[in-house]
Nanobody
Framework: QVQLVESGGGLVQVGGSLRLSCTASGIIFKINEMRWYRQAPGKQRELAASMHESGNTYYGDSVKGRFTIFRENRNKNTVYLQMNSLKFEDTGVYYC???????????????WGVGTLVTVSS
């Protein structure tokens, strides 16, 4: 079974920075893509950023230019989300999501972390 564990959330002032991390563990043949979703209070969950196993990245319009998703080459099971110039509207629960193939004979499956809360205050 695969698990995703997030860390790094917390309280930060407007304009500040936070770095989230997500580590996948368990039986992993290949990580196809890792993503960060977020859900603000009273709003739908939205995709903030993603990284394909090729290294290609995607950013939602609301975070483009402020957030960076990256991983270390020596440990591709961990993905980070560097969040700079944080705004009030970045407040929410941030969820790590990954499509992971645990058996080369099978398709990738979707896995979710439990989420980490980010609160941006004045």
């Amino acid at each position: 079974q695969v698990q995703l564990v997030e860390s790094g959330g917390g309280l930060v002032q407007v304009g500040g920075s936070l770095r989230l991390s997500c580590t996948a563990s368990g039986i992993i043949f290949k990580i196809n893509e890792m993503r960060w979703y977020r859900q603000a209070p009273g709003k739908q969950r939205e995709l903030a950023a993603s990284m394909h196993e090729s290294g290609n990245t995607y950013y939602g319009d609301s975070v483009k230019g402020r957030f960076t998703i990256f991983r270390e080459n020596r440990n591709k099971n961990t993905v980070y989300l560097q969040m700079n110039s944080l705004k009030f509207e970045d407040t929410g629960v941030y969820y790590c999501n990954a499509e992971i193939t645990d058996d080369p004979r099978d398709y990738g499956k979707d896995y979710w972390g439990v989420g980490t809360l980010v609160t941006v205050s004045s």
